[in-house]
Every structure is written in C-alpha cells, then in structure tokens.
C-alpha cells in the first residue's frame, strides 16, 4: 500500500481541504499520511474530507494536530525521554490526542518520536566534515568514537524514561485499534538507535509496538559509517509497519523522491514485511512532476 505525507504542502495552505486536494490533483494521492506539520486551523477541511469520503489516511504523525501554542512543524517540541516530568507528561497527553485523531480518521497508525540523548548534536557535526572529504581523518574517527563512548555511557536513563511513556501509551493504543510505528531517526543522539531498538520492543512486547523505517535517515546513518542499511533491514524489517519512502543524495541530503539518490530500493524493498505500508515523505522544495515520476517508477517496480 502506498500513501503521501502532507510534509510536502501543509505549511502552504490555510485550509485543510485544500491541502488535500493539492495532493489528489497533482500528485494523484486520495490514501494520506497527515504529517507533524498539521495546525488545528487545518483539521476542520481535513474532517470535511474524510467526512465527504474524498480522502482516507494511512497514518498520522505525531504530534497532530500540533500543541495549540506551536506555530510550525515540531515533532520533537516534547520529548519522552525529557527528564523534566512536565515536559514527559506534556509529550503523553499529545501522542494520546494523536490516538484519539487517529481512530477518528479511520487511520490504523501513529508514527512517533521518542526523544534523545542529551549530548553534542554530533551527526551535523559529522556530516560537515565529510562535506570536506574528512570522512577517513583522524578528526572524523576521533569525535564519532567520543560521540559512540558519551552515548552509551549517558543513555539509560533517558530509554528508560522513554520505556515507561510507550508503556503508557501503547495500552492506551491497544483500546483504540491503532498501532504504533517508532521511526528510525537521523541523528546518532536520537532514541532508540538500532541497538536499542530490537531491546526496547522485546521490552515492551505489545502488539500495538513496532517499528517504522525511514529510508533516507538510515541512509544518512550509513553514510556516516554507523551501521549498514542491509544489514539493519535485514534484522528488523519484519518488524515494521511501515515507512517513509524517499531518497537521499549522498551524504545528507534526504526527502528527495525515490529513484533519484543513493538509496537502493530494489534491494532493501524485499526485505520488508508484503504488508508494509510506503509513505511518500516529500521535501515541499520537490516539484509535482517530480513525484509524479518517482510513482510511476515505484508502481513499474514494485507495483501498486
């Protein structure tokens, strides 16, 4: 099943039904994906859709709607691994509102962030040096091996704070019939990493649990030397539920349509579950005909 992800154009519209029917006119969606961009001024046109049976939804993602003061896409603007009991509570009550928009809209799945390490931002870091062709100097070596030793000796904490918030909300989930997707991240501070992954859904051993993968975030993980796409896919991709699907031009450059980076679809595909739900998640910079394109080579491909 394939869907696309309102990170393409809700920052452009005022009005939700507009915004969907953009994406059904120009890039022949009617299954969507309402991304972490969506503003409460937007559902009433959402609902209006969906009402109408213009529209279905494949997922939401968290947080959506966005926290009344939040003004733009922040899906990281509270955190479960926060250490700030507040802000915990906060991120909580949100991914449960998400839930409730979720089985309101008929949409089986959640997709969440979990938070991060507090640490250097170390991935940007990274990147800018193998921008200037640094990426086998002792500088490079020496500040991922520091970054992997501060991670790992910092991190208990911060999962295990993340561990009792997905508790919470998964059985909450279980009540609603949605299912829950943790999204492979791009930053090496993010929560879970691949270590921590497979642990943290053995942990919690809920149906309602899995994981969501994004193609372009584990290709920049690649890039950077952290772990190799195939070889993660092969470990966990019986576990997702679904993913982002786009590309990325080497070394970081991701939300590029499919076919048009470094990223090997024909390869990585297979080894995601026949069920797996792919979402377009688009660069709102990338143009119509561009998608359009990427599509039509999914569906020669792959099929529908």
Known sequence: ???????????????????????????????????????????????????????TFSSLHNFCPLPVEVMQASPDVYQFSSAHERERERAVRQTLQTIDFAERLGAPFVVLHCGEVRMNPITDELISLIKKGKLLAREYVRKKVKA?????????????????????????????????????????????????????????????????????????????????????????????FGCHLQDCIWPAQDHQPPFSGSVELEKLVPLLPSNCLFVWEMSPRKTADEIRRSVAQWQERFGA
């Open 1 to 55: 099943m394939i869907s696309f992800s309102t990170c393409w154009n809700s920052g452009r519209h005022t009005a939700g039904d507009e915004m969907l029917r953009e994406i059904k006119g120009e890039v022949g969606f009617d299954c969507v994906e309402l991304g972490h961009g969506i503003r409460l001024s937007l559902m009433p046109g959402i609902q209006k859709m969906f009402d109408a049976g213009e529209i």
């Open 148 to 240: 992997v030793q501060k991670r790992e000796a910092s991190a208990p904490p911060y999962l295990a704070r993340v561990k009792d918030s997905l508790k919470r909300i998964a059985e909450y989930a279980s009540n609603k019939n949605v299912r829950l997707g943790i999204e492979g991240r791009r930053g090496y501070e993010e929560i879970p990493s691949e270590r921590e992954l497979p642990v943290l859904l053995d942990e919690i051993n809920s149906p309602q649990l899995g994981y969501w993968h994004d193609f372009g975030h584990i290709q920049i993980k690649e890039n950077l030397g952290f772990l190799d796409h195939e070889e993660w896919l092969r470990q966990i991709g019986q576990r997702a």
